[in-house]
């Protein structure tokens, strides 16, 4: 059974941090690209980072470039979204996804290409 389990979540003001994680089993977690999605009250879901098998390639959405900053410990089954300088406009429920590869190294910023999602973590920014 694969489970996609994220935490880290929870209630920061404006300009504050916090560590997503998500915690993967019941895959090779190596054979998974990893991204991470948001979804805000009344608005689809969106990509914010994405990182391939490796790490050694990754995408982030412009609205969080040089603040985020997303990796992954293939030995611990583990991605990681570090969320630096948040703005109230972060605020969402944050979804983690794999998305299974089969060419080299591979990441995908596409919502419909990942095949398994965790159950999605609640971030509150306040201004």
């Known amino acids: 059974q694969v489970q996609l389990v994220e935490s880290g979540g929870g209630l920061v003001q404006a300009g504050g941090s916090l560590r997503l994680s998500c915690a993967a089993s019941?895959?090779?977690?190596?054979?998974?690209?990893m991204g991470w999605f948001r979804q805000a009250p009344g608005k689809e879901r969106d990509i914010v980072a994405s990182i391939s098998t490796s790490g050694a390639r990754t995408y982030y959405a412009d609205s969080v470039k040089g603040r985020f900053t997303i990796s992954r410990d293939n030995a611990k089954n583990t991605a990681l979204l570090q969320m630096n300088s948040l703005k109230p406009e972060d605020t969402a429920i944050y979804y983690c996804a794999a998305d299974r590869t089969y060419y080299g190294d591979y990441y995908s910023y596409r919502r419909d290409e990942y095949d398994y999602w965790g159950q999605g973590t609640q971030v509150t920014v306040s201004s």
């Open positions: 019941g895959i090779t977690f190596s054979n998974y690209a």
